[in-house]
């Protein structure tokens, strides 16, 4: 029976979280490259080929572990680490931008989470991370950030990232739940997802919104975002380039001079 290490954890922090994970000895700890924020003395950091979970079984399967990966856009490699003292160790990983780290025991959630390919931040050795095919056309083919999903399994911990703030919530069977794809984190493995069209012609062009939303149904636990990355970046591309709009037109210009930015 394949088992992942056991570890304790403490999550410090609101708007910007970061992860304390405690290692015993001889446990180790699996990270997305990037996320690590510091460790005691007596844990060996290692770079590894795929995630490093035991289901892997030897090189070819090291190499499909990774290649499924890349084509989660992911790195090829990930970062392990490991306590090689006697006593117990820490290690903490930060969130990468705004918003809520999310505790997942794998072992109480039917040993499986799907999840968007950057939701991941980190795990117990042993938890296997890779890529979640979508079985209908229309979720592949306008999924848009829900196309391409990440599976996370095992019976251990994991590390889940979201931004703004974090919603918990549980279908029971026969229940459908509507959702921005980009506002969609994970879902545990009880829970169908499939793609929508919103549908109207005002809808469509006139809306702001997506033209497609996930609808999940089943019977399960899903994690929903109010602040996904890229509607983030896009709101701050579009202030960092070109002509400032402000909401109130005929005074846009009188406030830029009053906020110093009278160009």
């Not at 088992?3 to 001889?26: F, R, T």
């Not at 490093?52 to 970062?79: C, H, V, Y």
């Not at 003292?85 to 918003?99: D, E, I, L, R």
Request: aromatic content about 10%; glycine content about 16%.
């Amino acid at each position: 029976m394949i088992s992942n290490h056991e570890i304790d954890y403490h999550v410090y922090g609101e708007e910007m979280q970061y992860v304390e994970v405690e290692l015993d000895p001889n446990e180790t700890a699996i990270a997305e490259p990037g996320a690590f924020m510091m460790m005691d003395e007596g844990v060996q950091m290692q770079t590894i080929f795929g995630d490093g979970s035991q289901q892997e079984g030897g090189l070819l399967g090291k190499l499909f572990s990774a290649g499924k990966r890349m084509l989660t856009g992911e790195s090829l490699f990930m970062t392990a680490f490991t306590n090689i003292a006697y006593g117990k160790k820490k290690v903490s990983f930060a969130s990468p931008y705004p918003g809520k780290i999310i505790p997942i025991n794998l072992q109480q959630l039917g040993g499986r989470i799907t999840c968007q390919k950057d939701a991941f931040l980190c795990a117990a050795k042993g938890v296997s991370v890779s890529i979640a095919f979508q079985r209908k056309l229309g979720t592949g083919l306008f999924g848009g950030e829900g196309f391409i999903m990440q599976k996370l399994e095992g019976d251990g911990m994991a590390f889940m990232h979201a931004g703004g703030h974090v919603v918990e919530k549980t279908l029971q069977y026969g229940e459908a739940l509507k959702i921005d794809t980009g506002c969609l984190v994970g879902f545990t493995s009880g829970i169908d997802y499939d793609i929508e069209f919103v549908g109207g012609i005002k809808n469509t062009i006139f809306g702001g919104e997506g033209v497609f939303f996930a609808t999940l149904r089943g019977s399960g636990k899903v994690w929903i975002q109010s602040l996904p990355i890229s509607r983030l970046a896009g709101r701050i591309l579009q202030y960092g380039t070109g002509a400032r709009k402000e909401e109130g037109s005929i005074l846009g210009g009188l406030g830029n001079l009053l906020d110093g930015d009278g160009r």
